[in-house]
């Protein structure tokens, strides 16, 4: 989503690194680029202001001016401002000291409040909490039935005492939502569940019935928290709609949704800002796991084209195995081979965190390969995980078995073809031969003292993917008189005679050999008699 933003972001600072000393003008010139940007990223036009005005204001201070790298200092000043504008730090939900906690759910008409209904609870449960989604929404056709929906995937009980709308012929509602979700509060005490998520009704900031639905329903049950869940996509309208549910219901935090898409996110930018609300949770995707605790800071270091490591740590903590890392470290420690077992098992454990490029796209820098980031084919890895088990147990443990035959075997059981299967396994030998390389260095390749992995350093050569040492192959001079030389030393070597140099050499005749020396009596070590030459 702030794909547009973070490349004219990185574009102005580039400007910046070719400057020593920033001027006046230079700062106003950046700001300005700045400004446009955050303008087309459709970003509030008070928010624009207050954020270009405290950057110019910094920028031109002494803060710039005595910094050793004035352009650095110039990226973690925005950097700062916009963690500012985004909330400054995460809040946590607030727990109520009695359960159950109680968070009311609204928002406008396709915000997506139902399905994260879904991956909130998902979230919670994971966290060790026992929640309860209320189905509340009964005007929407269908809503009830894709939250029952929806709570079966996430593994969490539903309340739904009333089907609602089941289509667009239906009569009408057929139940009190206030009703239900006091009820729901009352059941989920009584079956001791600590966490209660009311989804109710879209509305419109302009649909003064459904307001004063929402805040009778806010009444009813006295929520802990009121998370207004907002769509990422819709722009400037984000801060009116916000307001407005701000003026009729109120709300505690916000939930972006949406955030996977290509709008230009300036809704993401200007909400917590304009109404002084945190943003605590974010959607990135249509699955119920494309859910993450919302972090000022490092959103701010993905627009920046920073990355965003720590929740990449997270994200990898969940889907790896410990106990299968520390066999994998264990063997590798013990000098055993990287096989295609071992393979596909930490292929499998990165699928489990999510999309590849969604991973890929939160290391440093990755902004500079967008294009081939975009091209990145997920179905390759499906390809990959295909061919790997058509092969037999021995082949995946010991792949240089792997001869034509199998070859053809092992595409045709896969659905490729022997060109993927080379390609596979030219790919392995390459790891297997790193994750010697880090076995033997004991760490990451680049780091000091640990070599070149392949592929990573010297030059190129063709056919190799490590530069290999060059040998010098004797052969014929193509200069007459030293070509005449050779032919005489050749001659001399093979009647056993010691090769003379030539005349007029640096170092003058060669010395002859001196007579041959018994061995035993110099009492070398066993075993160097043979180099000892004749």
């Known amino acids: 989503m702030f794909a547009t933003l973070s490349d004219r972001l990185a574009s102005t600072f580039k400007n910046l690194r ?49 910094a ?56 919670l449960r994971e966290l060790g909490h026992t929640p309860i989604l209320v189905a509340a929404d009964l005007q929407r ?58 989804d109710t009704a879209g509305r419109l900031g302009v649909d003064a019935d459904m307001m004063q639905q929402a805040a009778d329903i806010r009444d009813a049950v006295d929520p802990d928290e009121i998370l207004f869940v907002i769509d990422a996509m819709i722009g400037q309208d984000a801060v009116t709609t916000a307001q407005a549910f701000a003026d009729g219901v109120g709300f505690t935090g916000v939930v972006l949704s ?16 304009v109404t002084g609300r945190p943003v605590m949770f974010a959607s990135t995707g249509e699955k119920l796991t494309d859910f993450e605790v919302f972090h000022p800071d490092r959103m701010a270091s993905r627009i920046l084209d920073m990355g965003d490591i720590l929740t990449l740590i997270e994200q990898a903590e969940k889907a790896f195995d410990a106990e299968q890392a520390e066999a994998m470290a264990g063997k590798l420690a013990a000098g055993e081979d990287f096989t295609l077992e071992d393979f596909l098992q930490q292929m499998q454990a990165m699928r489990n965190m999510g999309s590849m490029k969604k991973m890929l796209g939160m290391l440093p820098g990755m902004g500079q390969m967008r294009e081939a980031l975009d091209n990145f084919d997920e179905r390759e890895v499906d390809k990959v995980e295909a061919v790997i088990r058509s092969m037999t147990p021995a082949e995946r ?92 030393d050749a001659a001399a070597r093979a009647a056993g005679q010691s090769p003379q140099a030539p005349a007029g050499s640096a170092f003058g005749a060669v010395a002859p050999r001196k007579a041959d020396v018994d061995p035993v009596s110099l009492g070398l070590p066993p075993g160097l008699e043979k180099y000892l030459g004749r």
């Open 18 to 66: 070719t400057k020593g000393r920033l001027s006046e003008a230079d700062v106003d010139a950046t700001v300005r680029e700045i400004r446009r940007a955050l303008l087309d990223a459709d970003v509030a036009v008070p928010v624009v202001r207050e954020f270009t005005g405290r950057v110019r204001e910094r920028a031109i201070s002494a803060e710039v001016s005595g």
């Open 68 to 123: 050793l790298n004035p352009a650095q200092q110039v990226v973690k000043i925005v950097n700062d401002e916009l963690v500012a504008i985004l909330g400054g730090q995460n809040r946590p939900l607030s727990l109520a000291k009695t359960p159950p906690t109680v968070i009311l759910l609204a928002g406008l008409q396709g915000a997506g409040k139902t399905t994260l209904a879904g991956k909130l609870a998902l979230h």
């Open 141 to 198: 056709p269908n809503a009830v039935t894709q939250l029952t929906v929806v709570g079966e995937r996430a593994g969490v009980p539903v309340f739904a005492p009333h089907p609602g709308v089941q289509g667009e012929d239906d009569g009408g509602p057929t139940g009190d939502p206030v009703a239900v979700a006091r009820e729901g509060v009352a059941i989920a005490r009584t079956r001791q569940h600590d966490v209660v998520i009311v």
């Open 258 to 273: 949406k955030l996977d898409g290509d709008a230009r996110g300036g809704a993401a930018l200007s909400v917590a800002s």
């Open 397 to 488: 443990r010991a792949p240089k078995i792997i001869n034509g035959s199998r070859r053809a075997r092992i595409a045709r059981g896969s659905g490729t073809t022997a060109t993927d299967v080379n390609q596979l396994l030219d790919r392995f030998a390459g790891a297997q031969k790193m994750m010697k390389q880090m076995a033997r260095g004991g760490g990451a390749p680049g780091l000091p003292g640990m070599g070149n992995l392949p592929g990573m350093g010297g030059k190129k050569s063709r056919g190799r993917m490590t530069p290999q040492p060059r040998t010098k192959v004797k052969g014929r001079s193509g200069n007459p008189a030293k070509r005449a030389q050779q032919e005489r």
